[in-house]
């Protein structure tokens, strides 16, 4: 059965390739489009793919009037959460690749679609090394007691922390909450220095220009340190299979399912 896809974001820099991937699959099938900056354009006209002539949406509401079994958001922290609400309330299933949601967001995001009987695929990363700093970052947490996440990216990131990283320290938490020797709210001085306390563990975030998007995962240990770090290399390549694989393994879900780990066969 043809998996009838629409993409969220579908002009930018993972969404473009991303709507030339599903086409090209012979299991996908493009179906809907949205971008509101290119909305009334054609996708061959974005993607540069005479062979993808898909009508660009505004709005999710509007592309999803076209029968949909699958969205994929990639928009903005600003937009996600009301497109994926927006999706499930059509009954449609999503694959959540933007950044921003809140636990607070995804518990409400959770709660719609278990309602509607629908799955809800959220991952920080789509790129299968990302899933695999996590993977070990998560085994590291059961033999080692005290770690720190480090966030980094360039200047003109808008939410803090990084997707990744708020995906990386829900599954550190999963595991159990670090032991510090100081609790941070004993920490004399400015106590925000410490970073921001996400799922009981320390998390740092650098904004600055010359970075390029990274999480680092830092564990100490008396006489030794451990440091597990992923590193975005700036192309939308790695990020397009683990988003594929995404695509036909959400249906299969009922309720919101954080990690492409969860589906993925170790």
Not at 115 to 131: E, S
Not at 177 to 201: F, Y
Request: aromatic share 4%; with cysteine; hydrophobic share 40%.
């Amino acid at each position: 059965m043809t998996i009838r896809v629409c993409i969220s974001g579908v002009s930018g820099d993972i969404g473009k390739p991303l709507a030339v991937a599903v086409s090209k699959a012979d299991d996908l099938r493009l179906v809907g489009a949205v971008s509101r900056k290119q909305k009334g354009r054609s996708t061959k006209e974005v993607t540069g793919e005479a062979a993808i002539d898909v009508a660009i949406s505004g709005s999710v509401a509007e592309a999803l009037k076209t029968p949909t079994d699958v969205l994929v958001d990639f928009t903005s922290a600003e937009a996600v959460r009301a497109n994926v609400l927006a999706a499930i309330e059509r009954d449609v299933h999503v694959v959540v690749g933007s950044s921003g949601l809140t636990d607070q967001d995804y518990a409400e995001i959770d709660a719609a679609a278990r309602a509607r009987k629908v799955g809800v695929l959220a991952a920080g990363n789509f790129a299968i090394t990302a899933v695999l700093m996590q993977r070990f970052a998560c085994e590291a947490a059961r033999y080692v007691s005290q770690w720190e996440i480090i966030d980094y990216a360039y200047d003109g990131k808008k939410d803090s922390p990084s997707g990744t990283a708020r995906q990386l320290a829900f599954q550190l938490g999963q595991v159990r909450h670090p032991e510090p020797t100081i609790p941070v709210e004993k920490t004399v001085g400015v106590k925000e220095t410490r970073g921001a306390t996400m799922n009981g563990m320390q998390v740092h975030s650098l904004r600055l220009p010359g970075y390029s998007i990274a999480v680092e995962v830092i564990f100490g240990a008396k006489g030794e340190r451990l440091s597990i770090r992923h590193d975005d290399g700036g192309k939308s390549d790695p990020f397009i299979g683990g988003t594929l694989l995404a695509i036909r393994k959400v249906r299969d879900l009922v309720g919101l399912v954080r990690g492409l780990d969860k589906v993925m066969d170790f």
